[in-house]
């Protein structure tokens, strides 16, 4: 091990955080994706975030899910993909404003996840890159790129006890706000939890909030859809897939229909923006065997999921290229 490698060790979680606080990772995105907007065409623009980012360490093929859609689409068609872990509406229309004062239009992949409208995340003091995006609207998308970097303060210890004290009603109703999901779950073994009670806790802070999804963020949703059909830009959107096999086991079928029911309503949304569309109905589509893990309750899957993903993905961008970018708006419809 180098000396180097060692230091890495040694510093860890506080490196990586001082390497955000001084080059904000969203707006260091937008330098990357300004750098290939600027090296040529581009066919097809991939926003995702951590099903994009996983593979298990028992799979034969390593590939990601984006390195599996852009060899399916190799050698016709060129992609860029653009993820981040819980990356969500806001920061992808964020990164389109960017490639809308650019000369190309791509076909745009979108991965929609229906837990980031809920507190966990819409209210996390990092998650929700309030932050980020007030730094990535003052960036130039025509400046020189040493200009596209950002110094963003970090979330501290009070925003976090603040986000702790949220109230998030689940489907397990032996915990009332968000920390007190953390606390037990980032420390099982000191909380006294058996393991399936801690896989039905993950389930329900992932998947099992009682409340259909917000109206905030499924306004979100819609100006992002409304974002893409101003920019006369083709869009493929999928799911982002929920292990609702297990997380049914164990907090019964209310799990399965409330996601069914807020993926529909999400799907909506982004359809009262961009107009009709065939939405990938990848959200309660794989099977338990499909998930690098599904005692984690996470959206990551395992080569089996993702290759099933990426040719359903691939399969829609060849269609979407034969059909005009976006639907006209049906006769009265109002524009934007």
Same mark, same amino acid.
């Given at each position: 091990?180098?000396?180097?490698?060692?230091? *890495?060790?040694?510093?860890?979680?506080?490196?990586?955080?001082?390497?955000?606080?001084?080059?904000?990772?969203?707006?260091?995105?937008? +330098?990357?994706?300004?750098?290939?907007?600027?090296?040529? =065409?581009?066919?097809?623009?991939? #926003?995702?975030?951590?099903?994009?980012?996983?593979?298990?360490?028992? !799979?034969?093929?390593?590939?990601?899910?984006?390195?599996?859609?852009?060899?399916?689409?190799?050698?016709?068609?060129?992609?860029?993909?653009?993820?981040?872990?819980?990356?969500? =509406?806001?920061?992808?229309?964020?990164?389109?404003?960017?490639?809308?004062? $650019? =000369?190309?239009?791509? /076909?745009?992949?979108?991965?929609?996840?229906?837990?980031?409208?809920?507190?966990?995340?819409?209210?996390?003091?990092?998650?929700?890159?309030?932050?980020?995006?007030?730094? #990535?609207?003052?960036?130039?998308?025509?400046?020189?790129?040493? +200009?596209?970097?950002?110094?963003?303060?970090?979330?501290?210890?009070?925003?976090?006890?603040?986000?702790?004290?949220?109230? $998030?009603?689940?489907?397990?109703?032996?915990?009332?706000?968000?920390?007190?999901?953390?606390?037990?779950?980032?420390?099982?073994?000191?909380?006294?939890?058996?393991?399936?009670?801690?896989?039905?806790?993950?389930?329900?802070?992932?998947?099992?909030?009682?409340?259909?999804?917000?109206?905030?963020?499924?306004?979100?949703?819609?100006? @992002?859809?409304?974002?893409?059909?101003?920019?006369?830009?083709?869009?493929?959107? $999928?799911?982002?897939?929920? =292990?609702?096999?297990?997380?049914?086991?164990?907090? &019964?079928?209310?799990? *399965?229909?409330?996601?069914?029911?807020?993926?529909?309503?999400?799907? +909506?949304?982004?359809?009262?923006?961009?107009?009709?569309?065939?939405? @990938?109905?990848?959200? /309660?589509?794989?099977?338990?065997?499909?998930?690098?893990?599904?005692?984690?309750?996470?959206?990551?899957?395992?080569? *089996?999921? *993702?290759?099933?993903?990426? !040719?359903?993905?691939?399969?829609?961008?060849?269609?979407?290229? +034969?059909?005009?970018?976006?639907?006209?708006?049906?006769? &009265?419809?109002?524009?934007?």
């Amino acid at each position: 091990m180098s000396p180097l490698d060692r230091l *890495r060790i040694r510093l860890g979680p506080s490196a990586r955080r001082w390497r955000r606080r001084l080059d904000n990772p969203e707006v260091s995105q937008a +330098r990357a994706l300004v750098h290939r907007l600027r090296s040529g =065409p581009l066919d097809v623009l991939h #926003l995702g975030a951590s099903e994009s980012l996983f593979v298990a360490p028992y !799979d034969e093929d390593g590939r990601t899910l984006p390195a599996m859609v852009a060899d399916g689409l190799a050698p016709d068609l060129s992609m860029y993909s653009l993820v981040g872990a819980s990356y969500h =509406p806001r920061l992808y229309q964020a990164y389109l404003e960017v490639v809308a004062t $650019y =000369p190309v239009r791509p /076909v745009v992949v979108l991965g929609l996840c229906i837990r980031f409208g809920f507190p966990p995340w819409s209210h996390h003091p990092e998650y929700s890159f309030e932050r980020s995006l007030r730094a #990535l609207d003052r960036i130039d998308p025509h400046a020189a790129p040493w +200009r596209f970097r950002a110094g963003v303060p970090l979330a501290t210890a009070d925003d976090f006890v603040r986000h702790d004290q949220v109230a $998030y009603p689940t489907l397990d109703e032996t915990r009332a706000t968000i920390g007190e999901f953390r606390n037990q779950l980032k420390d099982p073994e000191a909380a006294g939890l058996s393991r399936e009670e801690q896989v039905r806790g993950l389930y329900a802070f992932h998947h099992g909030s009682t409340a259909s999804l917000p109206d905030p963020f499924l306004a979100d949703v819609t100006r @992002l859809g409304r974002r893409l059909q101003e920019m006369n830009l083709a869009a493929v959107v $999928y799911q982002l897939p929920v =292990p609702v096999a297990r997380g049914s086991q164990v907090l &019964g079928e209310a799990l *399965r229909s409330q996601t069914i029911e807020n993926l529909a309503r999400m799907d +909506r949304a982004f359809a009262d923006g961009y107009g009709p569309i065939d939405i @990938l109905q990848t959200g /309660v589509l794989l099977d338990e065997d499909e998930f690098i893990d599904p005692t984690d309750a996470t959206e990551h899957v395992n080569q *089996r999921g *993702r290759q099933r993903i990426a !040719d359903l993905i691939v399969g829609a961008v060849h269609e979407s290229r +034969r059909l005009p970018a976006t639907p006209p708006p049906a006769p &009265g419809t109002p524009a934007g």
